[in-house]
């Protein structure tokens, strides 16, 4: 069974397109959040959430928007993509605070 | 402001050799620390943790100590296999920050035969 999972694990898209990712947990944890991992493998969350109450908005631009209709789920749109918006998108969860958090599998997202 | 900061990769190791992979970091506050691994093509998996000072974490040979004096928290491995062949991250969180982990740039390991 499939802790965190995120669809798609590929994306390649146009400039200027709308996206979305999706994220689901089955852990029952209360908190999600995205991470951002640039071509040079550096990580940077995005945006945390706790019982669908966003917690974290660590400086992203107002294209990407996050959603969680409910606390299992926690998808992430992006408007009017741009080329450097091209790296792996992680969604992770916890039981929040300072808990050990786990990843999904990561969407590659590439803007052409 | 809170950072990590890990050695510079690539590591390249003979099998069986002895590993360690240094990590320090800057926190206003006392940290949760962590040890990720990220195997190619995956997602992170967490390798070993420590949550407070003078903790050891281990995990599949892994092991790494909190240690404060020297804000330091080294991974460290006695004989490492082909399939220890990942890329690494050290990373904090602090119990006010909502959980947000804050990574090093990460260390690639590749283990030869």
């Known amino acids: 069974d499939t802790a965190v999972s995120q669809t798609p694990k590929y994306l390649v898209t146009q400039m200027g397109n709308d996206k979305s990712i999706k994220c689901e947990q089955n852990l029952g944890h209360d908190t999600m959040y995205w991470y951002k991992q640039d071509s040079k493998k550096f990580l940077k969350i995005m945006f945390s959430y706790n019982n669908k109450e966003l917690i974290i908005n660590e400086t992203v631009p107002n294209r990407f928007s996050p959603k969680s209709p409910d606390k299992a789920h926690l998808n992430l749109h992006i408007n009017s993509l741009e080329l450097g918006d091209s790296a792996v998108y992680f969604c992770a969860s916890s039981s929040g605070g300072t808990d050990t958090q786990y990843f999904g599998p990561g969407t590659r997202l590439t803007v052409l | 402001g809170n950072s990590v900061t890990q050695m510079e990769g690539p590591v390249t190791l003979s099998e069986e050799a002895f590993l360690t992979i240094n990590c320090t970091y800057t926190?206003?506050?006392?940290?949760?620390l962590f040890w990720y691994v990220q195997y190619p093509g995956e997602g992170l998996q967490l390798l070993l943790k420590?949550?407070?000072?003078?903790d050891k974490g281990s995990n599949k040979g892994f092991e790494a100590t909190y240690r404060k004096e020297t804000t330091s928290f080294h991974l460290e491995k006695g004989s490492v296999q082909v399939s220890d062949s990942a890329v690494y991250f050290c990373a904090l969180t602090l119990y006010n920050q909502g959980g947000k982990l804050i990574f090093g740039q990460g260390t690639e390991l590749s283990v030869k035969p």
């Open positions: 420590a949550t407070k000072a003078d």
């Open positions: 926190a206003t506050g006392y940290p949760s």
